[in-house]
């Protein structure tokens, strides 16, 4: 089945600078690739997802890329603020329904004012 | 929209009990996934349903039941509980499969 690797596990960086969250996958037959927000104690939130005929999208601050060919996906977050502090999941959807979405282990992003 | 909702959001069980935990989707949502999420092992996919049919099913124990309703409500059922079975039990919901999934805030389930 899918695997998805997601580093680094902590990022910690100042108010106002970007972030980079990387996740890589094994099938190469998964189209669907979202990242979901959650905060303690709520359930995951969408933020952007992005589908394998893309190679990028952006919405206000938050970017993803995706390289199909490396197999590998990556969130950006610019111009960081402290409501951005959470911890973020990528996934992918290996096609066909089979096992749902598989999920990274996760990204505690903390923002230092 | 009103989004995912979950009842109970919070369970306590004892060994070999059994819960059942519902899920309703957002208006007009006719998919429903449910995962679980332990600090171990991540989220991990349970199972899937669209109009009242399971289209696949996660690698879970079948202690670990659900359906669907046709007016796409959902309930999962765990039987017999195990101490590994504490964990916060989502639920997702989607227009359609293989489309956006949206999360309700879960159920957290513990057992003792």
């Known amino acids: 089945g899918e695997n998805v690797e997601q580093h680094p596990s902590t990022l910690s960086v100042q108010e106002g600078d970007s972030a980079v969250i990387k996740c890589t996958y094994s099938?190469?037959?998964?189209?669907?690739f979202p990242w979901y927000k959650q905060e303690l104690g709520k359930g995951p939130q969408l933020i952007i997802d992005?589908?394998?005929?893309?190679g990028e999208k952006k919405d206000q601050r938050i970017a993803v890329t995706l390289n199909k060919t490396a197999k590998h996906f990556s969130l950006h977050i610019t111009e960081t603020q402290p409501e951005d502090s959470a911890v973020y999941f990528c996934?992918?959807?290996?096609?066909?329904?089979?096992?749902?979405?598989?999920f990274g282990k996760g990204t505690h992003l903390i923002i230092q004012p | 929209k009103a989004g995912v909702t979950q009842t109970p959001r919070y369970l306590i069980k004892t060994r070999g009990q059994q819960v059942t935990l519902s899920c309703s989707p957002i208006?007009?949502?006719?998919?429903v996934s449910w995962y679980q999420q332990t600090p171990g092992q991540g989220l991990q996919f349970l199972f899937e349903?669209?109009?009242?049919?399971?289209?696949n099913k996660g690698n879970f124990p079948g202690r670990f039941s659900g359906r669907q309703f046709s007016n796409s409500r959902s309930e999962m059922n765990v039987s017999t509980l195990e101490l590994g079975d504490s964990a916060l039990y989502l639920c997702?919901?989607?227009?359609?499969?293989?489309?956006?999934?949206?999360f309700g805030p879960g159920t957290r389930l513990t057992v003792t």
């Open positions: 997702a919901s989607s227009p359609n499969p293989r489309t956006s999934w949206y």
């Open positions: 099938d190469s037959a998964s189209n669907y």
């Open positions: 992005i589908r394998s005929n893309v």
């Open positions: 996934a992918a959807d290996p096609g066909g329904g089979a096992d749902g979405l598989t």
């Open positions: 208006s007009g949502h006719r998919s």
């Open positions: 349903y669209f109009s009242e049919t399971q289209r």
